[in-house]
């Protein structure tokens, strides 16, 4: 996919992927799959082959692709290395025909517990042995003798299956089938290897089967010979409860304890409401501004009654909502234009632009119950938006969250409002897109982590950022140095997030290493979305970073911090220079529309309590924020120290709930 | 002198090689094998055939064993050896083998005993006439770079 490798004029260093070792892995590879052309290098295989001259020569040809090759001989004693180390390989390789244990079980094995692509390998080519593997759930078959050009696709083996899985996160029990068979077959058009076509169609189609299990899901459970997260399917249902709860608490009250309580679902856990809730608001905001252009809310008067279904783009229910006759005929004719002519992700452009055309700073903000289904419609358009346009990352600067409906005419460059807007929704989208993907792959135990990482995504940062590869994966216990890449787009910006959190300790966490470059870069990002700019923000860090790799890690992990912190940096990062190329002057945060912004009111109680739940806990020490501010000041424009300084509450609730107000205060002060 | 000598010794390589292709007995993926050979990995090629020297005796070894066992009934264990024969063996280019496989491994599905049994002498002949054709071209490239590394004493 050529559009996956755009040439980023960043002085990304790389470094050839070496074996084995983790804690050597370096540098930048940043490399993301949009940001730079050196993705997929460094995307991290294990080998397993009971044949050692396979062994060795796929270790070399991998070497030759510039991954991070780990070899075994021995499928059990590579099973325990996967269950050490989670999240510290992309794919698996493995050989069918194994001693010790069969490949076809290692497979399933993976599947259950890691849910790591497995792509299969032997010298028996028959039809019946490709379609046992395809059976037992392997990305891809090779034949034997494997070519070295057969590896180098390996790659997109990780990118369908962090896709896939987030889209079928973001699905609702409400979308049919159709919407199912056609994103499977867009994910069937990037395979490309031999066996491929068989593979992708089905595998994806298999696996959404597999997880639209009833409507009411709370927790779905995937196919268990594929996958065993528990997922929460915000189902038409469920959605509906979590409205009327959210009315009856009254926007502005509506915390996520209480959304909860009232609720009363079983197996419903806070942080999925609370991720919801972020969601819900950001699409309230869209959505508002649609409706004034459709001249059907009146934001200035508070609560409107706006019925304005933005259908979603990624599902085809456009019907439905033109029926309705509340769409807007522009945004329905892009609409339609797009549905016809491209794939859903492309919808979301369209889309964006006309609802960002019109959006105006006053958005009203009201919750109605009926835009339940809609929201879960724009969910899974987001959804699948985000994965289609991977590659246009870069106007989002501005774009940060797809929630100000007024930044992205304000941060528009010449091209336009809706350019920009549309091409940061689609980045956002995708990054949200992937970063809940990562978030999916995440244990359990990140759960919390994961579910802020979803709400930040919401926000939609515009940040072409793809997660994957500049999120140096961080690994316990690593020297600061020790910035794992991985080609895996989910892992990185998850597990910046938990690295920062939980790794306190962490001396690549250091913000006081981070170098004036790397800050100028993590401020440039540190205005997208707050969990999703961990990814954006990494894969920048590479993009401008040295060949530092702490650096990286330590830009990434600043980033981080300074995401949650500072939405106005989303403005501020214009002035810098920025790698991809998007310009906004530091005016880009106008403040002028945040006045109207968030039904959220003055923005104050909730979003703290927002935050203080989420964030604080997360943060490993709020010194790490202030430091960062610090350095973030003196670069971004527009940054106010004390931003940073401030308890977190203040950024963070700004970040998820972008009231105007607090923006304001923001920058006043 | 020595200068001829690298010639004579590249062209004696050229020649063996030419040859091996010629007769089928490697193929593409061989010259694949020798295109992984760069700076970093100087003897790659070298490295991964004495493996799969190694790892074929050993497979050969054991289907003689399986065959001539006078219970012999389990095909599948067979099939599993033959497998990994047949990948190593088409992984390093050595087509002729892995054609001869293919024919063994055809032979076991219909569990045709005699069939096997003369697969695997057609194989272990394969196999020796392999070995020895890479040995001399290792040889022949070892001679090339001591022929490479003499230096003159330089005259001033």
Known sequence: MATMHRVVQSSVSTSDATTTSYGGLTSCKAADIVIS????????????????????ILEQMLHRCRYHVTTCPQAKVALNLLRERKGCFDVILSDVYMPDMDGYKLLEHVGLEMDLPVIMMS????????????????????????????????????????????KELEHSGSLDDTD????????????????????????PLKKRSNSKEGDNGEIDNDDPSTSKKPRVVWSVELHQQFVSAVNQLGID???????LELMNVPGLTRENVASHLQKFRLYLKRISGVAQQGGIANPLCGPVEAKVKIGSLGSFNIQPLAASGQIPPQTLAALHAELLGRPAGNLVVAMDQSALLQATPHGPKCIQVDHGVAFIQDLVKSESSSSKHFSQSFAPVEDVASGFRSWPSNNIDTAGPSNSGGLSTQNGNMLIDLLQQQQQLQKPQQRSTVSELRRSINVQPSCHVVPSQSSASFQAGNSPV???????????????????????????????QVSDVTLQTTGVLSGYIPLASVSPSVSSCSVNADNCASQQVQTSSITFKASRRLPGFVHSTSNIPDPYGSTKSGDLLNQEPFNNLGYINKGTCLPAKFAVDEFQSHLSSSSHGKVFCENIGTRVKQEPSMEFGDNAKVGIPMLQQFPPNDLMSVFTE | MLGLAADRLRADMNRLLSFLFHQGILDEQFLQLQQLQDET???????????????????????????MDREFSDYNKMGIHLNQFMGSSSSIGAKRIRNVCLAFRAASDQNNRAGCLSALEVLEHEYCFLKNKLHELFQIQQQRVLAAGVRYPMQH
């Open chain 1, 482 to 512: 020790s910035v794992t890449q991985n080609g895996s787009y989910s892992r990185t910006a998850v597990i910046d997030y938990n690295f920062l959190s939980s790794q306190s300790n962490c001396p690549s966490l250091n913000i006081g």
């Open chain 2, 41 to 67: 990995s100087p003897n790659f090629v070298s490295e991964v055939v004495n493996i799969y020297f190694h790892e074929s005796e050993k497979l050969l070894r054991n289907l003689r064993s399986l065959l």
């Open chain 1, 37 to 56: 052309d050196q993705f997929p290098a460094g995307l991290r295989v294990l080998v397993v082959d009971d044949d050692i001259t396979c062994l060795k």
């Open chain 1, 253 to 259: 009250k509506a915390v996520p304890k209480r959304i």
């Open chain 1, 180 to 203: 199912q068979h056609k994103r499977g077959h867009d994910d069937a058009e990037y395979g490309s290897s031999a066996n491929d076509a068989t593979d992708t169609s089905l595998k």
């Open chain 1, 123 to 166: 010298a028996d080519g028959s039809t019946r042995a490709v379609m046992k593997g395809i059976r037992h759930g392997a990305c891809d078959y090779l034949i034997k003798p494997i070519r070295e050009e057969e590896l180098k696709n390996i790659w997109q083996h990780v990118v369908r299956k962090k896709w896939n899985e987030n």
